[in-house]
């Protein structure tokens, strides 16, 4: 079963404007990690924060964890058709040991 | 390698015949995942490798999936008897450690078709 749940579930935007997912789980997490997937591809690892951490940037990526509401946001700016994919938050959490637990993932289409 | 090689990319099964996957992580990667990834869904953790050791193989869905890792590098996804609810795509991860801190590596996965 799944542990995240990431909301909205398809995102359709402009070139150019910018992109907000959300992600919610449910159990103490060590860490919470995003991944894009690119149609008929592998996952390819975007950032992580760590459970201590609010905030985190890389590039054009923000991502905030909120640990006392279980729920985490990722944010693109400046959005390029390049960025079309499924986006999936996934969490290493102390129940589950190593593995990751991922969500269902947000389908994001930028329009050129 | 540069990354995480699968193989077959694709493969086709008729009702009942077995297969293998295979995996190639990333050279000196100690963890290595495999995940079911169903359409229109997030990945499915399925088994955990740490070196040789299997230590975690609690997402298998049936005693007809099994997976290997003999020599701590290279590991096979077997399932036996394939039913057309396993058609999916088979995703494998490698991590330097024996923790996420680094995040994962993924292939590009095994698309998996049983007819």
């Known amino acids: 079963s799944q542990q995240g749940e990431e909301d909205p579930q398809a995102l359709s935007i402009q070139e150019g404007e910018n992109a907000t997912m959300n992600c919610s789980y449910k159990?103490?997490?060590?860490?919470l990690q995003w991944y894009r997937q690119n149609s008929g591809r592998g996952l390819v690892h975007l950032i992580l924060?760590?459970?201590?951490?609010r905030e985190k940037h890389s590039g054009r990526l923000r991502v905030t964890l909120d640990t006392s509401k279980k729920s985490s946001s990722l944010l693109i700016t400046a959005s390029r058709a390049a960025d079309t994919a499924s986006y999936f938050c996934?969490?290493?959490?102390?129940?589950?040991?190593?593995?990751?637990?991922f969500g269902a993932g947000t389908i994001l289409r930028v329009k050129s | 390698g540069a990354g995480v090689s699968q193989s077959p990319r694709y493969k086709v099964a008729k009702r009942g015949q077995d297969v293998a996957l295979r995996c190639d992580p990333i050279?000196?990667?100690?963890?290595l995942f495999w995940y079911q990834q169903a359409l229109g869904q997030g990945p499915e953790f399925l088994t955990y490798?740490?070196?040789?050791?299997?230590?975690?193989k609690s997402g298998l869905p049936s005693d007809r999936f099994f997976a290997e890792r003999p020599e701590g590098s290279v590991s096979t996804l077997k399932i036996q008897r394939t039913q057309q609810e396993d058609s999916a795509v088979y995703l494998c991860?490698?991590?330097?450690?024996?923790?996420?801190?680094?995040?994962?590596?993924f292939g590009s996965g095994t698309r998996l078709t049983v007819v």
């Open positions: 991860a490698s991590s330097v450690g024996s923790g996420s801190h680094n995040g994962y590596t």
């Open positions: 490798f740490q070196n040789e050791a299997q230590l975690d």
């Open positions: 159990t103490s997490i060590n860490n």
């Open positions: 996934a969490t290493d959490d102390m129940e589950y040991g190593n593995k990751l637990v």
């Open positions: 050279s000196g990667h100690v963890s």
């Open positions: 924060i760590r459970s201590n951490e």
